[in-house]
């Protein structure tokens, strides 16, 4: 990731990374898209959220734009039955990317 930054920045970009969780990571989903021996133990997961979390601190050492977009989204921004956004999901991510991209403009 840092030699993509690093090819990026070169060209005068800047990279911004989108981590995209799991319908499950949002709240409670009749359908969460997790193998369903895990279901179980979904809420250990919620709490622990260990690989967005280990995503997020690696992307801060390692200084690069990173977006943790469970903070955008809500559960129902994911169609009942599959963990793909729906319209109103994809509203919200693209205007929050409108946003970083208009920030990077303006330096």
């Not at 690093?6 to 009749?30: A, D, F, M």
């Not at 690989?51 to 943790?68: I, P, Q, R």
């Not at 977009?69 to 963990?83: G, I, P, Q």
Request: aromatic letters at 8%; charged letters at 30%; one cysteine or more.
């Amino acid at each position: 990731m840092k030699m993509i930054a690093s090819i990026v920045e070169k060209r005068n970009g800047e990279l911004h990374v989108l981590l995209i969780p799991q319908n499950y990571l949002t709240g409670n989903v009749k359908y969460p898209h997790i193998g369903y021996k895990l279901t179980p133990i979904l809420n250990k997961i919620r709490l622990k959220n260990g690989l967005m979390n280990a995503l997020l601190k690696l992307y801060k050492e390692e200084k690069l734009n990173c977006h943790d977009l469970s903070k955008v989204l809500t559960s129902d921004d994911y169609f009942e039955k599959d963990a793909h956004w729906n319209e109103r999901g994809h509203e919200k991510v693209g205007k929050y990317v409108s946003e970083i991209v208009g920030k990077s403009v303006q330096k």
